[in-house]
């Protein structure tokens, strides 16, 4: 009875939390069903049907499909550029234990003290200079390299739990630092992989104000998070349209989630467990 009560106040704060998280999850849906006069009459009332018109005109009004084709190429393009240039640099970090490693590995730790809209205006102009601007190519080199420190950071630790004995044991049947890398050090490293890569897709795919001033509001190139507040119109907002087509950009993201979710949770308990 006592450990009942010394862990009430445990089970209504997580409760609480349940509820502040639900609430508006459920209002969330429910006005994606309805009209602009049902979300003001009755903001927690169901929806009187399921009719699903209110996604295909956010489909169709901001061209939603051929802006999440623009996210997918820059996300996916992004991210397997950050995952070719942060795995091999963590390799060389991780193995590396002179003052010259060490002095780099804080230069990449200090990437996290740079705000991003600080990056904004000479951004614009290697954009200009390059003769990318306007591009999603440019944007495919400069996510990467805003997601350099934070990769790089989390694959190193990672990387220096590899036991010694392994890389001696492949260097011995003769393996080259490549297949070092990729046969020994890659698949004991997935899990931090999963978190790199879960981290930076919803940082890639959430990205609004690079794309809007980089890519513009062209709707054959414009991302996903440029082509949805087009929902929104100075003269009154479908708030019933502008909640569906959120939802349509959010299930990309819950699908990777799901997919990488195992991952990122072995990853975060391995860590605990070696803290």
Same mark, same amino acid.
């Given at each position: 009875?006592k ?8 089970h ?5 939390y ?12 429910s ?36 802006a ?57 102009l ?5 003769? #990318?601007? *306007?591009t999603? &190519?440019? $944007?495919? =080199?400069?996510?990467? /390299? +805003?997601?350099?420190? %934070?990769?790089?950071v ?22 080259t630092?490549?297949?070092? #890398?990729? *046969?020994v050090? &890659?698949? $004991?490293? =997935?899990?931090?992989? /999963? +978190?790199?890569?879960? %981290? ?34 100075? &003269? ?11 939802? %349509? ?27």
């Amino acid at each position: 009875m006592k450990l009942g009560k010394s862990w009430l106040p445990a089970h209504v704060l997580v409760w609480t939390y349940v509820v502040l998280l639900v609430v508006p999850l459920y209002y969330f849906l429910s006005s994606a069903f309805k009209t602009n006069e049902e979300i003001f009459a009755g903001p927690f009332a169901p929806p009187s049907s399921l009719d699903p018109g209110n996604f295909s005109t956010a489909f169709h009004r901001a061209d939603l499909g051929l802006a999440v084709v623009n996210s997918g190429l820059v996300t996916v393009a992004s991210l397997v550029l950050t995952l070719a240039l942060a795995i091999p640099a963590a390799f060389a970090l991780a193995r590396s234990t002179g003052r010259l490693a060490s002095a780099l590995e804080k230069v990449f730790s200090l990437g996290f003290l740079i705000p991003t809209f600080a990056a904004l205006f000479p951004t614009f102009l290697l954009a200009a200079a390059t003769g #990318l601007f *306007h591009t999603r &190519t440019f $944007m495919v =080199l400069f996510l990467p /390299a +805003t997601a350099m420190p %934070l990769s790089v950071v989390i694959l190193v630790q990672f990387m220096r739990t590899v036991p010694a004995e392994m890389e001696e044991a492949a260097r011995i049947d003769g393996a080259t630092t490549f297949a070092v #890398l990729r *046969h020994v050090y &890659t698949p $004991m490293c =997935l899990p931090g992989i /999963a +978190t790199v890569l879960l %981290l930076n897709f919803l940082t890639f795919w959430n990205e609004y104000l690079y794309s809007l001033v980089i890519i513009g509001p062209d709707p054959a190139q414009r991302t996903v998070q440029v082509a949805l507040p087009t929902l929104k119109a100075i &003269t009154g907002t479908d708030y019933g349209v502008l909640t569906a087509g959120t939802i %349509l950009t959010l299930v990309p993201v819950w699908a990777v989630y799901t997919v990488l979710q195992k991952r990122m949770q072995r990853a975060l308990i391995s860590g605990a467990v070696k803290m």
